[in-house]
């Protein structure tokens, strides 16, 4: 977030104008912005008067994710889109100090250096907008309890092997894992889901699965959540790739696997590296 060679870029909406944190020069040319301050870490500048009535916590960059906000940015590289912390706090359910706010910017910070891979950015890049985009396919399992009892049993297979005191049930519950999912994406193919989606979903759940452990583990640092917080894995709290994400990348992590080789050069899905 704050590497003074290569500091991510922001776009900050306050209650009524739009600041920008370290943009590029091509902002620079079109809006000419009037600096406003300095950090060690860069410069922040005002850029216009408006008042945005949405929430903002995301990163653009992938073309997938272009038009969800239509103002000519240029996505010429990743950046957070981020409502204050005020802002936020008026909008958003559960958002009670600075330490919650922080976490969630600091999910959309490793989206950055995810898409700052070109090997990954182009693997979550050839995409359609499917249903709506990530947030509405995170939450068709609500919709459809087929597909909801299918990644149960995925999930259920996930923490048992996360859970497991030794090789042998580990191993079990790995394989169960994989035969699950294997059945689940059939599946979903049978039932008229366009295999481009199923494609989707594995790679935003890779996408999900490593911010989601950082800002989880940040929120441990700041004494937000407690270790082994069921409300993380849990399939009826949040889109299901962020669970099963966030399942996948600790089980990875508990096997040693070294999580940087998933984000760079040929790119697979997690399930990929547990076989």
């Not at 995810?114 to 995170?138: C, D, K, M, T, W």
């Not at 583990?217 to 966030?246: A, I, Q």
Request: charged share 25%; aromatic share 14%.
């Amino acid at each position: 977030m704050f590497d003074t060679k290569n500091p991510i870029p922001m776009m900050i909406f306050t209650d009524n104008s739009v600041l920008s944190y370290n943009p590029d020069s091509t902002l620079i040319s079109i809006f000419q912005p009037r600096e406003i301050g300095k950090t060690d870490n860069g410069t922040l500048y005002y850029l216009t008067n408006e008042v945005n009535p949405n929430f903002m916590m995301m990163v653009m960059g992938a073309p997938y994710e272009q038009g969800a906000y239509e103002k000519p940015w240029f996505y010429t590289k990743p950046w957070i889109f981020c409502s204050t912390f005020n802002q936020a706090q008026k909008m958003v359910p559960g958002i009670n100090d600075e330490r919650d706010w922080y976490t969630m910017l600091l999910h959309e910070g490793s989206h950055v250096w995810q898409q700052r891979h070109p090997e990954f950015l182009a693997a979550i890049s050839n995409f359609e907008q499917l249903y709506g985009g990530p947030e509405q396919v995170g939450n068709i399992h609500k919709q459809d309890s087929v597909l909801y009892s299918a990644l149960k049993l995925e999930n259920d297979a996930l923490l048992a092997a996360l859970n497991a005191n030794n090789t042998e049930d580990e191993q079990k519950a790995v394989a169960n894992f994989i035969q699950f999912r294997a059945d689940r994406k059939k599946q979903m193919i049978d039932n008229g889901y366009p295999e481009e989606l199923v494609r989707f979903c594995d790679m935003q759940e890779l996408t999900e699965g490593q911010a989601r452990y950082i800002e989880y583990n940040l929120g441990k640092h700041l004494g937000l959540y407690e270790d082994n917080d069921p409300r993380w894995g849990d399939l009826d709290r949040s889109g299901w790739f962020y669970v099963t994400g966030f399942n996948l990348y600790n089980l990875l992590k508990k096997r040693g696997f070294n999580l940087e080789d998933a984000y760079t050069g040929e790119i697979h899905p997690f399930d990929y590296y547990l076989k």
